[in-house]
């Protein structure tokens, strides 16, 4: 059977690859015939995924899914999930989680037994997406309340801003200062920053 390895991780300072080897030790135990690789570094809230889009878009029906675990494919909002496995469910693809072994199952037919695990699998599919979403919640809900405790114990405090955004900013200013005709799609790609950036330190030049 072929399979899809999707890979994410949520920050630039992670490595979405980090777990390539293991996926592809875990596919070829399996017998899965690996036919595309896909990872990038974003948020795992965010539907909309560049290399998630592209992985469904060009996956036929038959053929897996395969992630290191349920957090690295979703934390996403319920109507998101659902659309989600909607999406999968729609295009005939079958998702195994490397460590969720009874979605093993799903990369061979077994009959009834097969029928019967797909529904037990389901179940905690649901039940994981739920707790990797609750968490990520848990997660911002304790950078907002450490973020309100430093300006309660100090009202004149102020997050203090990255080192690399300072230099990109002196950068993108350099660029529009030298070359006021250059577009700012551009710029924002000499610079490494989003065009709506460029268009924001603009404003404020």
Same mark, same amino acid.
């Given at each position: ?73 979703? &934390? !996403?909002?319920? /109507? =998101?999930?659902? $659309?989600?496995?909607?999406? #999968?469910?729609? *295009? +005939?693809? &079958? !998702?195994?989680? /490397? =460590?969720?072994? $009874?979605?093993?199952?799903? #990369?061979?037919? *077994? +009959? ?94």
């Amino acid at each position: 059977m072929k399979a899809h390895l999707y890979l994410r991780a949520s920050t630039k300072d992670q490595d979405a690859n980090r777990a390539k080897a293991a996926l592809e030790t875990f596919a070829a135990e399996k017998g899965l015939n690996v036919v595309g690789i896909y990872a990038e570094n974003i948020s795992g809230t965010k539907l909309n995924r560049p290399e998630l889009m592209r992985l469904l878009e060009v996956a036929e029906a038959g053929q897996c899914i395969v992630c290191e675990s349920v957090d690295r494919l979703s &934390r !996403l909002s319920q /109507a =998101d999930w659902d $659309t989600l496995k909607a999406t #999968i469910r729609a *295009k +005939g693809l &079958r !998702l195994v989680v /490397a =460590d969720l072994p $009874t979605s093993h199952m799903m #990369i061979e037919d *077994k +009959g009834i037994t097969g029928q019967i695990m797909e529904v037990i699998n389901s179940m905690l599919l649901d039940l994981m997406a739920t707790m990797a979403r609750l968490d990520q919640e848990k997660r911002v809900e304790r950078i907002k309340q450490g973020l309100a405790n430093k300006r309660i114990a100090n009202p004149s405090w102020t997050p203090k801003g990255k080192g690399k955004n300072v230099e990109k900013w002196a950068k993108v200013l350099s660029l529009i200062t030298k070359h006021p005709t250059m577009s700012a799609d551009d710029i924002a790609k000499l610079a490494d920053v989003g065009v709506a950036t460029v268009y924001r330190i603009k404003r404020s030049a």
